[in-house]
């Protein structure tokens, strides 16, 4: 194979397919705190013991894809988690900017724009 392809020499191959809706539902039921059997239950809407489904969801969390799924949307929501984060940190720098210039500004119409602006602030930051 080499001699006939030597532009494949050395590339990582990774077999990648869709998951199946079902399999989606899963990984976000996962994803979102659910137990196993609670997301198999939610994502097949099995009627079968316990023990045959977390059989059946174990199966499913040692399959590459599935592995694969989670990780990648793991990730996906750390990078929203620290975007969040440091939007969050702009505005509350931005809030303490204002703060402090509020006091040393004697146009009233100004105070009021510094008013709107920290109450637009405060309606987006998170406690």
Avoid: W
Avoid at 56 to 64: D, E, G, T, V
Avoid at 80 to 93: P, S
């Amino acid at each position: 194979m080499s001699s006939n392809h030597p532009h494949l020499l050395n590339r990582e191959f990774t077999y990648t397919t869709k998951l199946t809706e079902k399999q989606n539902v899963f990984v976000n039921c996962i994803l979102s705190g659910k137990n196993q059997i609670e997301s198999y239950k939610h994502a097949y809407g099995t009627k079968s013991s316990n023990k045959v489904i977390g059989i059946s969801a174990n199966a499913l969390l040692k399959n590459p894809k599935i592995i694969k799924a989670i990780q990648t949307r793991q990730i996906e929501q750390q990078k929203d988690l620290n975007n969040a984060l440091k939007h969050q940190e702009i505005q509350m720098y931005l809030a303490d900017e204002l703060t402090h210039l509020y006091p040393k500004i004697k146009d009233e119409s100004t105070q009021v724009r510094i008013l709107e602006m920290l109450f637009s602030i405060s309606k987006n930051i998170v406690f």
